[in-house]
């Protein structure tokens, strides 16, 4: 029989939480396939987009390949463009071209897909499904509170030591004088904020705003910074990790950077069990603004882009964040300090 694809129901969870695993590679209990996640990450509805989030390609009922599905809004001179970010994908190896299909299959319903690393096979394929690298993600972070983080560490190891020593010292970095003033907001004020950019950019409707706050695994919140910047943030807590997941400002200065980056360190002072301040972007100004605040580039990945639809200006120009992935909420990424 041809293979069957289809969006999934909550009805295919537990034989979709068995197929993840065993292709993912996930221990029994990982919080990726918990219940009440992908609850929240393919079924829960969103009041501003109705369209299916999973995706499998079957056959006689049996699971040959999956992909969740994060939708993104690119929007940019009064023009707006649909598409997703690729989570959970996998495949089984017992059925040669399933993944392969799945995809094709998956760019036909949106305008762009976009893809930010992932494994080295991953990587490799890409390309060969029409992919192509429009530019660099990378992940900065800064201990916050190293000596309860260095105490999580199962044995002792000189090089845990070294790490613990470094990053005392490392937290000590001085913080930037001001713009670290800021008070929390509704999810509507901060959608509204969103939509102010000039350029291309990644919109954050305000279905996107309320439905981040009813994750089960991580805490979102949105504050305005400062009296006279314009710029608000949305800021997640995920295990020991606290998070800039996203900026939103419409004038994208290295000022309002920074402010940012301040702001996600104060919050966290008031946050006992935050060991670890992380952030992404893909802007050269971001990455130099993260860099003055005492952040550390520790990871970087390409981005890659299949589109059937031109854009305006290059997606270079566009600042991708954590928000437009699944590290905005996930609480199983480990330190990166």
């Known amino acids: ?9 909550l009805a295919d969870q537990p034989r979709l939480a068995e197929f993840l695993s065993r ?3 996930l221990g029994i209990g990982h919080p990726a396939v ?4 992908m609850m929240w990450k393919y079924w ?8 299916p989030r999973s995706y499998v390609l079957e056959r006689e009922g049996c699971i040959l390949s999956h992909a969740g599905l994060w939708p993104l809004r690119l929007v940019g001179q009064s023009q707006q463009w ?3 970010h690729m989570i959970d994908w996998a495949a089984d190896p017992a059925a040669p071209g399933a993944g392969v299909s799945l995809v094709r299959r998956l760019t036909q319903l949106v305008d762009f897909i976009v893809s930010f690393g992932g494994s080295a096979a991953t990587q490799r394929v890409l390309p060969a499904f029409g992919f192509r690298t429009v530019g660099e993600m990378w992940t900065a972070a800064r201990p916050i509170r190293p000596l309860r983080q260095c105490a999580l560490t199962p044995a002792l190891h000189w090089r845990y030591a070294a790490r613990a020593v470094r990053n005392v010292t490392w ?3 001085p913080q930037r004088a001001g713009y670290r003033e800021c008070r929390p907001i509704k999810p509507d004020i901060y959608a509204r904020s969103a939509q102010n950019a000039v350029t291309l950019s990644l919109h954050r409707p305000l279905g996107l705003c309320e439905y981040l706050l009813d994750c089960p695994c991580a805490r979102f919140e949105y504050y305005s910074i400062g ?9 997640s807590t995920a295990g020991h990790q606290i998070r800039l997941v996203d900026v939103s400002t419409s004038t994208g200065t290295f000022s309002s950077w920074v402010a940012a980056c301040e702001s996600v360190l104060a919050i966290a002072r008031y946050r006992p069990h935050a060991f670890e301040a992380v952030v992404r972007g893909s802007g050269a100004l971001s990455r130099n603004a993260v860099s003055a605040c005492g952040f550390r580039i520790r990871q970087t990945m390409p981005i890659f882009l299949y589109s059937r639809r031109e854009f305006p200006a290059p997606l270079s120009d566009c600042e991708f964040q954590m928000l437009d992935n699944d590290m905005a909420f996930r609480d199983d990424t480990g330190f990166f300090t």
């Open 34 to 37: 918990d219940a009440e996640l």
């Open 23 to 25: 292709h993912l590679g």
């Open 227 to 235: 009296v006279d910047e314009d710029v608000a943030v949305c800021v």
């Open 44 to 51: 829960r509805p969103r009041s501003d987009i109705s369209a």
């Open 1 to 9: 029989m041809r293979p069957v694809f289809r969006p999934t129901t």
């Open 171 to 173: 937290s000590a970095f």
């Open 82 to 84: 649909s598409g997703v």
